[in-house]
């Protein structure tokens, strides 16, 4: 499959909206087409590459293809590139830039004012898809999560806690502390599962947002009236009950569509290789690299999963991608210390079975694999799940299939699953996350 760039359509430019940024990227929604445009952010002085922005287009679609395409299955679609600008739209002043984070410039999100010259065009998830889109007089709510890392490895099971924990417990102010442990969301542990979500519920942070008809109505910072609210009109026919159990029928949702198995639908590229043989051909080459492996006792404090997680669930493939990083936190820091100034993320992310070199530097395939394979692993803790729900009349879920359909004993939800921010890391963020990981160190000490 070949990268079609296209030029902007003018249907694109009808009844936008401002969903949301991040440091990366602004997000506006395209009611009308159910899809997004993601534009990448940049500083008003940063440099643009000599060979053209489309280079870093053309690398992220890449990634996709080969990497995501194959992991993620049917929860994620191929990217469509539009050559466009946020000038090509009309009163983006008025329909974005007033309710952007930050107008005093002091926020972190918008002190990058600029963009590119292409947006990537993707899936809106905060709605249903048309062969989903039944009973349409009804709300359509969407809740964003972040669920982090699940998987721990042996290498750093020797600490109490995982690395999403430590970051909590460093934060200076307890009352910024989440009780979320992604451990919990990925044992398949009924108590524990819930567990996790109802701590989310307490402490969203930037891990949980909701949406209602692609709109954003609760998240941190919202009341927990506001939620009230939300829970009453999400469960049309359950306002008999109080909060409280509607709360615990919202998290056996959630959880139920965390472990809902679907088709894989592994995509494979013209040599056949899938994310399976991925991850083989990872380890096995990683074993021919080096002949010893780090390991340490089971941590006390946060029960690391075991990784029986359903192969077709959207958390057991968000797990299966983050095995891939199977060194340890030093030999990653190490290799990149030693290798940075003479890799990139073309070499490292597409290179082949050879030893790589530069002048008279040379670089270990097997060192390449381990950066390659801990970046991959980074791509897939820090994305966002969507599950996207509305409350159907029990005859119109027939129409569905039944795998999007759940069913209690007073509610008929049809709901679909969509992965976001699954884009590659740069090289260079390997830095950042050392530094982050002697902190949390330091603070568990």
Not at 4 to 15: G, K, S, Y
Not at 253 to 269: M, N, V
Request: aromatic fraction near 10%.
């Amino acid at each position: 499959m070949e990268l079609i760039i296209r030029q902007l359509e003018p249907c694109h430019l009808r009844e936008y909206k401002y969903r949301g940024e991040g440091n990366a990227n602004l997000v506006i929604s395209l009611p009308l087409t159910r899809y997004i445009l993601r534009f990448r952010k940049i500083e008003a002085t940063e440099k643009r590459p000599i060979d053209g922005i489309e280079t870093r287009i053309l690398l992220e679609w890449r990634f996709f293809m080969k990497f995501i395409w194959k992991f993620m299955g049917k929860f994620v679609a191929p990217p469509e590139v539009l050559r466009c600008h946020p000038r090509d739209f009309t009163d983006w002043h008025e329909k974005v830039e007033v309710l952007r984070p930050g107008l005093c410039f002091t926020d972190h999100r918008k002190h990058k004012n600029s963009f590119n010259e292409f947006a990537i065009k993707l899936p809106d998830y905060a709605q249903l898809p048309e062969y989903l889109d039944v009973d349409r007089g009804k709300p359509t709510f969407c809740i964003e999560i972040k669920p982090k890392q699940g998987f721990i490895p042996e290498s750093e099971r020797h600490m109490q806690h995982c690395p999403y924990c430590i970051k909590q417990i460093h934060k200076i102010s307890a009352n910024k502390r989440s009780g979320y442990c992604p451990c919990d969301l990925f044992s398949m542990d009924e108590t524990r599962v819930h567990r996790a979500i109802a701590a989310l519920f307490k402490s969203p942070q930037n891990n949980l947002i909701i949406f209602r008809d692609g709109e954003t109505v609760w998240g941190e910072g919202h009341s927990l009236d506001c939620l009230d609210k939300i829970l009453h009109e999400f469960f049309n026919n359950g306002s008999h009950k109080d909060n409280r159990e509607l709360m615990a029928e919202l998290c056996l949702l959630i959880a139920e569509a965390l472990r809902r198995e679907f088709s894989l639908e592994e995509k494979s590229t013209d040599s056949g290789v899938k994310a399976d043989d991925i991850i083989a051909k990872s380890r096995e080459s990683l074993n021919h690299y080096r002949s010893d492996d780090v390991s340490g006792p089971r941590g006390k404090f946060c029960d690391f999963p075991s990784g029986n997680l359903p192969d077709g669930s959207i958390l057991g493939c968000l797990f299966r991608m983050q095995q891939l990083h199977s060194s340890s936190a030093d030999d990653v820091y190490r290799i990149y210390s030693q290798h940075s100034t003479h890799l990139n993320e073309e070499i490292v992310y597409f290179s082949e079975s050879c030893e790589y070199k530069s002048g008279g530097h040379s670089v270990d395939f097997g060192d390449i694999l381990i950066l390659r394979n801990y970046l991959l692993f980074t791509t897939a803790r820090d994305c966002s799940v969507l599950l996207t729900f509305r409350e159907v009349d029990p005859g119109e879920a027939l129409k569905i299939p039944p795998e999007h359909v759940i069913r209690s004993k007073e509610n008929t939800f049809v709901f679909n699953i969509g992965l976001t921010d699954l884009d590659p890391k740069p090289l260079n963020r390997i830095h950042k996350h050392q530094r982050r990981a002697i902190e949390g160190f330091r603070t568990s000490q």
